[in-house]
Every structure is written in C-alpha cells, then in structure tokens.
Nanobody, 124 residues
Framework: QVQLVESGGGLVQAGGSLRLSCEAS????????MGWFRQAPGTDREFVGA????????YYGNFVNDRFTISRDNAKNTVYLQMNDLKPEDTAVYYC?????????????????WGQGTQVTVSS
C-alpha cells in the first residue's frame, strides 16, 4: 500500500513562507489526485487544496486567497504545498492525502490514504 510522508513543517513568523512536501512510496502516485488538509486543535480537518494527477488541475479552499500553491512532481512521487504570507491562524497540523479514484476535491471522505501530518506554527 502506498505510504505518504509529509515534511517541511516548522515554526515561522507571520508573513513568512514554508514549503511542505509529501512523498509517496510508490510510483503509482502519478495516478492519484492529491489533497492537502489541515487541522488545528479542537477543530475539524479543513480542506486546503487539491491537485489532479497530471498537475493541470488545482482547487483551493476559500481561505487560501492566492497565498498557497499546490504543485507536484510525478517523477519524484512528491506533491508540494507552497505557503506564503502565513498568518497565526494558519497554525495547524497539515496532512496530505490521496484520492485514488477521483479528480481531487474538498470532500474529505474521498481521500483513502493519509500521511501522518506535519506541524506548522506561525507566530505573531
């Protein structure tokens, strides 16, 4: 079974940037739409964005406002989340997930594989 491993989280000041990576363990990664979600303490898991299997389709949550960009490199079995102009309210654990049969959406149950998450903390 494909495993997903996130990296790139950390502590950053407000206004700063981070790039998260999510590497899949198998080449079948290129067949899957991928999504990013986040979860802050005491809240539900929230959709950040998704990307189709070719990378030609992206879709973002309403709060993103052009601050975040999802991309993928199928040759490296990796999907990225570039986050700019970070705000304290972006503090959360960020998860990548694979939508094995779909095109990538905000519908959390559509995602069948999940990484373990990476912590992002934005200080004010």
């Amino acid at each position: 079974q494909v495993q997903l491993v996130e990296s790139g989280g950390g502590l950053v000041q407000a206004g700063g940037s981070l790039r998260l990576s999510c590497e899949a363990s198998e080449d079948t990664f290129s067949n899957y739409a991928m999504g990013w979600f986040r979860q802050a303490p005491g809240t539900d898991r929230e959709f950040v964005g998704a990307i189709g299997w070719t990378g030609g389709y992206t879709y973002y949550g309403n709060f993103v406002n052009d601050r975040f960009t999802i991309s993928r490199d199928n040759a490296k079995n990796t999907v990225y989340l570039q986050m700019n102009d970070l705000k304290p309210e972006d503090t959360a654990v960020y998860y990548c997930a694979a939508d094995l049969g779909g095109v990538g959406s905000s519908y959390l149950p559509a995602y069948e594989l999940w990484g373990q998450g990476t912590q992002v903390t934005v200080s004010s």
